[in-house]
T-cell receptor, first 112, second 116 residues
Framework: DQQVKQNSPSLSVQEGRISILNCDYT??????FLWYKKYPAEGPTFLIS?????DKNEDGRFTVFLNKSAKHLSLHIVPSQPGDSAVYFC???????????FGKGTTLSVSS | DTEVTQTPKHLVMGMTNKKSLKCEQH?????MYWYKQKAKKPPELMFV???????INESVPSRFSPECPNSSLLNLHLHALQPEDSALYLC???????????????FGAGSRLTVL
């Protein structure tokens, strides 16, 4: 059973609008969450993270929100740009903090 | 140098071949990882090395044999693979094992393996 779930395989957004990517997790002991972005033929690259002691972390156009009671996090990209088109993976740190558990990914397409 | 370099980028092998995937980083990271990713699936952890010692083996079949010759290098030796082992193999490294704001995984571009 998947511990980190990204239920939307794809998302299409117009340039300049907000992109919201969602992620749910099942293990309440996860204490660190990350978002990675992956372009074709490249490895995933780290985007932004959040610790379970926070509910929001912002870095430029990217903001991650964490709702611990709902076991839900989301990534907001404002404004979206065509270069943001990629696969976005949500990941959580396990209890021992020694490995990352990834969701299946959401493919974001930003059209100009 | 902030990169993880993987070679080869593509590898095609038969089920009786022996081949190796190589990974190198010069960031001074002390933890290195092998992940396997199949199409439309998340990356799945295979092995973790910490200070050149194997610390996690996620019940990977013995036809995959990892090796960490030194703190900068990580190999994955392949022998008697099956067609279902065809996948993207990703190497990653991190400063340490426990993840925090200052310690995240840095991935290589991956080695695309096809087993015939």
């Amino acid at each position: 059973d998947q511990q980190v779930k990204q239920n939307s395989p794809s998302l299409s957004v117009q340039e300049g609008r907000i992109s919201i990517l969602n992620c749910d997790y099942t293990n309440s002991m996860f204490d660190y969450f990350l978002w990675y972005k992956k372009y074709p033929a490249e490895g995933p690259t780290f985007l932004i993270s959040i610790s379970s002691i926070k509910d929001k972390n912002e870095d430029g156009r990217f903001t991650v929100f964490l709702n611990k009671s709902a076991k839900h996090l989301s990534l907001h990209i404002v404004p979206s740009q065509p270069g943001d088109s990629a696969v976005y993976f949500c990941a959580a740190s396990n209890q021992a903090g020694t490995a990352l558990i990834f969701g299946k990914g959401t493919t974001l397409s930003v059209s100009s | 140098d902030t990169e993880v370099t993987q070679t080869p980028k593509h590898l095609v092998m038969g089920m009786t071949n022996k081949k190796s995937l190589k990974c190198e980083q010069h960031m001074g990271h002390r933890a290195m990882y092998w992940y396997k990713q199949k199409a439309k699936k998340p990356p799945e952890l295979m092995f973790v090395y910490s200070y050149e010692k194997l610390s996690i083996n996620e019940s990977v079949p013995s036809r995959f044999s990892p090796e960490c010759p030194n703190s900068s290098l990580l190999n994955l030796h392949l022998h008697a693979l099956q067609p279902e082992d065809s996948a993207l193999y990703l190497c990653a490294s991190s400063q340490g094992l426990v993840f925090s704001g200052a310690n995240v995984l840095t991935f290589g571009a991956g080695s695309r393996l096809t087993v015939l």
